[in-house]
């Protein structure tokens, strides 16, 4: 089970180092805006899609590494006063169920609407670049599943805590976030 939990934690991380550098670029890109309409009163459509585009790659390639760092936002009314086996029975079964619920919706229906766009080609109609739109809409799946993944792994983690592994095991800290 550490095995299975290092792999997809060990994955979720290498995937997540080089995302992080993505708002950089879309920070740069919306400084080129906002330039351009200062100095020369001019709009780039490119740099406004591709800054959006760059925001939904950040959100589906690092949703996975947000949700194994405990970052999620979380309402802690009950589940934040509980110990952590309590915590993790919880997440085991009313976190799973609920996250199944988004996961495929995520998968099967952003799945769907990846292949259609792939398989048609569809481009930006913003401004006369003709951006392929079909490579963002396949972060769709990709970043879900990368998510269910993390989940996979903090399903694991949980498993160890409510059976009381020595090793590896989730602590309070971890549900703190």
């Known amino acids: 089970m550490s095995r299975a939990i290092a792999l997809i934690d060990g994955l979720v991380a290498w995937i997540a180092r080089p995302v992080k550098y993505l708002i950089l670029i879309m920070i740069g890109l919306i400084m080129v805006e906002i330039f351009s309409r200062l100095i020369f009163n001019q709009s780039f459509a490119w740099t406004r899609e591709i800054a959006s585009w760059l925001g939904a790659a950040i959100i589906f390639l690092g949703g996975a590494y947000t949700l194994q760092e405990g970052s999620f936002v979380r309402v802690d009314i009950i589940h934040g006063r509980l110990p952590p086996k309590a915590k993790a029975l919880v997440d085991?079964?009313?976190?799973?169920?609920?996250?199944?619920?988004?996961?495929?919706?995520?998968?099967?229906?952003?799945?769907?609407?990846?292949?259609?766009?792939?398989?048609?080609?569809?481009?930006s109609s913003a401004g006369l670049w003709d951006?392929?739109?079909w490579a963002v809409k396949i972060l769709i799946p990709i970043g879900s599943a990368l998510i269910a993944l993390a989940w996979i792994s903090?399903?694991?983690?949980?498993?160890?805590?409510?059976?009381?592994?020595?090793?590896?095991?989730?602590?309070q800290a971890d549900f703190e976030n």
């Open 131 to 133: 951006g392929p739109v």
């Open 154 to 171: 903090h399903f694991l983690k949980c498993l160890q805590t409510v059976l009381g592994s020595p090793q590896d095991h989730i602590t």
């Open 92 to 123: 085991m079964t009313i976190g799973t169920v609920c996250f199944g619920m988004v996961a495929y919706v995520l998968l099967h229906h952003g799945g769907q609407f990846a292949y259609r766009s792939l398989r048609v080609g569809e481009t």
